[in-house]
């Protein structure tokens, strides 16, 4: 934005909105006003960072220009606005003492965590006390979310607050000239954190003995936990496949695939694909893992049979600094927890379960306040989508149409997050997990807690999913709380609503696996009108018995009977297909019994579903040992110049019976399953395209809204948008929040806040 030009001097007062604490901001408007001769002075404060600033109209408007222009890489701004103000008698320009008003309208957004930057590396060689160090940070990078207890962020609302700063980082803190200063966990050698290794019954605390003694059990195939960020990682040499199988092993992992941290980013290239968009991604100071075409380089272990690889680069400098030690060029770099249980954050905890596995434990002293697991991003269409948000993203906001304020949105049951609203800003929590485990609702309600602390959010209104039975819906209904209960697939297309500010009638549609529906059935492939307020259910897949309810989630060959057994009745037994021979008639035909009596089959629409069947009958997954494995291979064998597809109806409703009878023909005619999974994409892209269509000439819209897990897929989100957009159509799709169910706890709290403002309570 520009300033007025006037003639003479003039002093004006400028707020800046977003990220702008913890990134070197002060510093680098301090730089900016020297620059364009301004004097004045700067500050934290609770709504941003406020600035009044003197000079001749000219300067200002440059020096206005150039805050948006070249603010600090870790920075997002989100408004500049100025007031004019009676002429200052400024002398030179300051950097003045942090605000701390609880009662403040507006908060400052609160730093995600950053990877170490260039600098850093540069100064671990150069800066004689701190050659080494392995928690060197500065204003641009280090720890931020992960560390903050309150706002402002200043040190004493840190874990960094025990550790007294030496002289030497005293001075550094207090020089404006200097990279660190006001770094709040500024340290070096002498003052800051240090690291200590458990190995073999002896305790460790020479810094260099620990990494040379990490890197010997890492290259002869041992396995080491490793405190990171926002927890501990279990590492072992990712290209030493006894030793991932074993961890597999201990860790309880039977399936999911391992991520990769890799040496740097031709290493990457050496075992993997990745285009500039990706690179870019994998390099930004997010660091999150992001996931690659693999090149069959890697061990079978790592990826479990999947042509995908989970690959990162280092972000701490402890990571860089093992590397150096290291022969082995890649890591596997995974959560610190057994199952479904969060990350481990504390050093007691570290010793007393993850030392039951690993042959060493590497830890610091300062404390992890909030827990932040790795991120995972895939690139699709050119523009990242989030799958996992949590470190180098929570929590930052994302900006609303309306007022949230005070309005507490608790999410679902799987890949949880919460989110709590003040005033223009959907808050959302990092990645929490599955809320069934004990120890991740016991994180889920602490989080909250320190969310609402943190934010100073006092909250007036729950928001919570239809399902009676999940555990955040439980925990709003027993917060005491006014509660809204929102549709599943609603809160996912208007969580993609919100990132795109869209605040009109859209046509929705919600690929997902399982969400209640409004008639008592699952839903979960959903063509709506919508909008932040409202829906309307126009088509959905057909239904189909779901046998077993949640046991046919995990094992796909249930959703392959009940589809077969719709479709063909009996006669699915005299096929003689693989799926038949590998399940066995006494199974199949208990199951097709509870079919007939309607025992413990609900019906479902569910989208992921229908990708578990034809995973199954294809016999790439018939028992999943990890959330949507099944359709996760289906994606992966699936060839990418298959043009062809299957017949499928569309009355009211889509029909898929036709393409499941072409598919069993392909495979009694021995059709290659790659080119059946080709196929059985461009069937369900061609369906969704054709319905949308049908959809717009009823409506007139042309906004179409893709959301839900399902459209985690690359080839069918690619090719319905490319197929859509090409006709006309405004499609949007995820970026900022995951297309799963973490970002549905976003749509919630849009939602609800709609309802509020129409008095719908």
Not at 125 to 141: A, E, M
Not at 175 to 199: E, S, T, V, W
Not at 234 to 262: E, Q, S, Y
Request: charge should be positive.
């Amino acid at each position: 934005m520009r300033v007025k030009i006037i003639k003479g001097n003039s002093t004006i007062k400028i707020t800046v909105k977003g990220l702008v604490q913890g990134v070197g901001f002060r510093p680098f408007i301090y730089r900016l006003a020297t620059n364009h001769q301004i004097t004045g002075w700067v500050k934290n404060a609770d709504e941003g960072v406020i600035i009044h600033a003197s000079g001749d109209s000219v300067s200002l408007a440059l020096f206005v220009d150039a805050i948006k222009t070249d603010a600090p890489a870790a920075a997002s701004i989100l408004s500049i606005t100025t007031k004019k103000l009676p002429n200052g008698c400024f002398t030179d320009f300051r950097i003045l003492k942090s605000d701390n008003n609880r009662n403040a309208a507006e908060l400052t957004q609160i730093g995600p965590d950053i990877a170490v930057c260039a600098n850093c590396l540069t100064d671990l060689k150069k800066q004689t006390h701190r050659v080494s160090y392995p928690l060197i940070n500065c204003t641009h990078c280090g720890p931020r979310f992960s560390i903050i207890k309150n706002l402002p962020y200043d040190r004493v609302r840190t874990t960094m607050g025990k550790f007294a700063m030496c002289r030497t980082c005293h001075d550094e803190f207090n020089d404006i000239n200097d990279r660190r200063f006001h770094a709040q966990p500024i340290a070096c050698n002498q003052c800051g954190p240090i690291y200590k290794m458990l190995a073999e019954g002896e305790e460790i605390t020479n810094f260099e003995a620990i990494l040379k003694k990490s890197a010997s059990m890492l290259d002869g195939g041992r396995i080491v936990a490793v405190k990171g960020v926002g927890g501990f990682f279990i590492a072992c040499d990712a290209l030493k496949n006894p030793t991932i199988l074993k961890l597999r092993n201990l860790k309880g992992r039977d399936g999911k695939p391992f991520a990769v941290m890799f040496r740097n980013t031709n290493k990457v290239l050496d075992f993997c694909f990745a285009d500039s968009e990706e690179l870019t991604l994998l390099q930004s100071w997010r660091r999150p893992v992001v996931i690659l075409p693999g090149k069959g380089k890697l061990p079978d272990g790592v990826s479990n049979g999947l042509k995908t690889v989970g690959a990162f680069l280092p972000y701490m400098p402890f990571h860089y600094l093992l590397f150096e030690k290291l022969k082995t060029d890649a890591l596997v770099f995974t959560s610190g927890n057994f199952s479904d249980e969060p990350i481990i954050k504390s050093n007691k905890k570290a010793f007393d379960k993850l030392a039951t596995i690993c042959d060493a434990v590497v830890f610091y002293n300062r404390k992890i306040y909030n827990r932040v697991d790795d991120s995972v991003d895939r690139i699709i269409n050119s523009k990242p989508q989030i799958i996992r948000r949590s470190r180098g993203y929570a929590p930052a906001p994302v900006p609303t149409t309306i007022n949230v304020t005070n309005i507490l949105a608790v999410g679902g049951e799987l890949k949880n997050t919460f989110c709590i609203g003040r005033n223009n800003s959907a808050i959302l929590s990092q990645h929490i997990g599955d809320l069934k485990d004990h120890e991740t609702f016991q994180f889920y309600s602490e989080s909250i807690n320190r969310f609402k602390k943190l934010f100073r959010v006092n909250p007036e209104l729950v928001a919570h999913d239809l399902h009676p039975d999940y555990y955040s819906t439980k925990f709003a209904k027993e917060s005491g709380l006014p509660a809204i209960a929102v549709q599943h697939h609603h809160a996912h297309v208007v969580s993609c609503m919100a990132e795109h500010s869209l605040d009109e009638d859209v046509i929705g549609v919600c690929f997902d696996g399982t969400g209640m529906g409004d008639d008592g059935h699952i839903w979960g492939s959903e063509f709506f009108i919508c909008n932040a307020g409202k829906y309307q259910r126009l088509a959905h897949f057909e239904y189909m018995p779901m046998p077993g309810g949640d046991l046919a989630v995990a094992q796909p060959w249930r959703m392959a009977v009940a589809l077969l057994y719709q479709i063909l009745g009996k006669e699915l037994v005299s096929l003689n297909l693989p799926l038949v021979r590998s399940v066995g008639m006494k199974k199949i035909e208990w199951l097709t019994r509870a079919m007939d009596k309607n025992i413990n089959c609900p019906l479902t629409s569910g989208a992921g579903r229908i990708f578990d069947a034809v995973s199954a009958l294809l016999g790439l997954c018939l028992e999943s040992t990890f959330e949507a494995e099944a359709p996760m291979r289906l994606e992966d064998i699936a060839g990418k110049n298959e043009d062809d597809l299957y017949p499928y109806r569309i009355n009211r409703n889509i029909s898929f019976s036709e393409t499941i009878k072409g598919i069993i023909f392909d495979l009694k005619t021995g059709i290659k399953p790659a080119a059946i999974s080709g196929k059985f994409h461009n069937t369900i892209a061609a369906a969704t395209c054709d319905k949308i269509v049908q959809i717009n000439k009823q409506s007139g819209l042309k906004k179409v809204v893709l959301s839900g897990g399902v459209f985690q897929n690359k080839i069918l989100l690619e090719k319905i948008v490319d197929k859509i957009s090409a006709e006309g159509y405004e499609v949007y799709t995820h970026s900022q929040v995951p297309a799963n169910d973490g970002g549905i706890s976003l749509g919630q709290l849009i939602i609800a806040a709609k309802k509020r403002s129409k008095q719908c309570v």
